[in-house]
């Protein structure tokens, strides 16, 4: 059976040469309106748009790169490193 916290949990960022990467684990609920959200598009990974719309709430940038199919209220992220957190733009020479 599946994890379900009772808030929005976040992960630590992790990083490899390219990307930073976390994972956010969603309640029951708010997986609910993520499948919801995903049954009505063709692409079912979530905008920008549509991840703050059901409550997560980070920094720009983050990007929702995958789905792992036997755990779908878990949703993964990644930005490339040298992004500018405020802007969410890539500065330097990344």
């Known amino acids: 059976m599946p994890h379900y916290p009772d808030t ?6 992790y990083q490899d040469d390219v990307y930073e990467y976390r ?3 969603l ?3 708010v997986a609910r309106k993520v ?4 049954r009505r598009k063709q ?13 997560v709430v980070q920094s720009r940038g ?11 209220h ?5 930005r490339k490193l040298g992004t500018n957190p405020k802007t969410g733009q890539v500065e330097g020479n990344n």
């Open 8 to 13: 929005i949990e976040y992960s630590d960022k």
């Open 23 to 25: 994972h956010v684990i």
């Open 27 to 29: 309640p029951h609920a």
């Open 35 to 38: 499948n919801e959200i995903r």
């Open 43 to 55: 692409d079912q990974l979530l905008t920008e748009a549509e991840w703050r719309e059901v409550g």
């Open 62 to 72: 983050w990007v929702n790169y995958h789905i792992h199919e036997p755990e779908p």
């Open 74 to 78: 878990i949703l993964l992220f990644r």
